[in-house]
């Protein structure tokens, strides 16, 4: 991934549990985030490391990017300048009316599983 290290803001979190990096994460309680698992939550940010399940339990602390240009994957195919927010894996998809934009696709991808650079975006002014 070209260009990798695009990251300008990153916050500590503790994991409560298992997290995929490049995914969306969404705040679950007081310091801690877990995967996002609906298209409705309101995502904090991208993972920047994997945290098992029994390093969640252990109170294993992840990087969470909240502002910059984060790579992340996708869900499926994205043309470059759409809104992305959390597919139900936390993966990146084109944002929908019943969701809150956390980013701006910065290249189109054609298939899930692609690697895509979003422009995070500011979250308190970011539903469609």
């Not at 490049?22 to 309680?29: C, Q, S």
């Not at 877990?34 to 992840?62: F, N, Q, W, Y």
Request: charged fraction near 15%; proline fraction near 3%.
């Amino acid at each position: 991934m070209a260009g990798s290290q695009t990251g300008v803001l990153e916050l500590p979190y503790q994991a409560s549990a298992a997290i995929t990096k490049l995914r969306f994460v969404v705040l679950t309680g007081d310091q801690t985030v877990g995967p996002c698992s609906a298209i409705t939550d309101k995502a904090l940010g991208v993972a920047r490391v994997d945290i098992s399940t029994a390093e969640a339990t252990a109170g294993k602390s992840v990087a969470v990017q909240v502002l910059g240009v984060a790579w992340m994957e996708c869900a499926a195919a994205i043309t470059r300048g759409n809104f992305v927010g959390p597919a139900t894996d936390g993966r990146a998809q084109t944002a929908v009316s019943t969701q809150f934009v956390r980013g701006m696709a910065l290249k189109t991808t054609a298939n899930a599983g692609e690697w895509l650079p979003v422009l995070l975006v500011d979250i308190a002014h970011s539903a469609l």
